[in-house]
């Protein structure tokens, strides 16, 4: 009976997408690395090769069928550990030649990334909700967020700067702060009628 939950459990937590996550995750420091000794073009390849491996445990646990209560943790984590490493050491100056992302953009991810955890927790104990359905919008951010990344580190891979580089700054201060309003303003639509339901009852 142990040895049936055990391969049970085995069969939940080694699945590929999870091992691919947490591959991203040990990828992490690998990229830190390469940009505090300014290798850019180590930092690139480091980063797409992190990318890949989002793009591949999404898409491996649609067709196999792997989804897994881990998995809703180490994914995200694994995003959100890349991205904001990426975003911290690439705003300093020094360390993003010739090209790093403007501070207050760095600030604006951060304070809406914030802001949704912070809602995500609130809505988790005060009535339990795990789930929440992503966004055409959030999607958006996000792809705007990691192409800037992208585009910092081939950049600065290639050694050049781009006069393009300021539109797209703006772009993805644009997207994150309209992904942050309309999740803001859904979060106290979906507490308004919480209450509601509470009040009903």
Request: charged content about 15%; proline content about 4%.
């Amino acid at each position: 009976m142990n040895q049936k939950r055990t391969d049970a459990l085995k069969s939940t937590v080694l699945t590929v997408p999870n091992v691919l996550s947490l591959f991203r995750i040990l990828l992490v420091p690998f990229f830190l690395r390469a940009i505090l000794i300014r290798r850019p073009t180590e930092a690139l390849l480091i980063f797409v090769l992190a990318s890949l491996t989002d793009l591949l445990d999404g898409f491996t646990a649609r067709v196999w069928h792997q989804r897994s209560k881990l998995g809703t943790i180490l994914d995200p984590a694994g995003d959100k550990l890349l991205m904001a490493t990426s975003y911290v050491v690439l705003t300093i100056p020094k360390l993003g030649v010739p090209n790093y992302i403007p501070l207050g953009l760095t600030v604006l991810v951060f304070a809406r990334d914030i802001m949704i955890v912070s809602g995500a927790a609130y809505a988790f104990v005060s009535w339990g909700q795990k789930t929440f359905a992503p966004s055409i919008l959030g999607k958006v951010t996000t792809a705007c967020q990691v192409g800037t990344v992208f585009l910092v580190l081939w950049l600065n891979h290639l050694r050049t700067a781009a006069g393009y580089m300021p539109w797209v700054f703006r772009i993805t201060a644009l997207a994150t702060v309209a992904s942050g309003v309309y999740y803001f303003v859904l979060g106290l639509s979906i507490l308004r009628e919480h209450r509601r339901g509470k009040k009903a009852d």
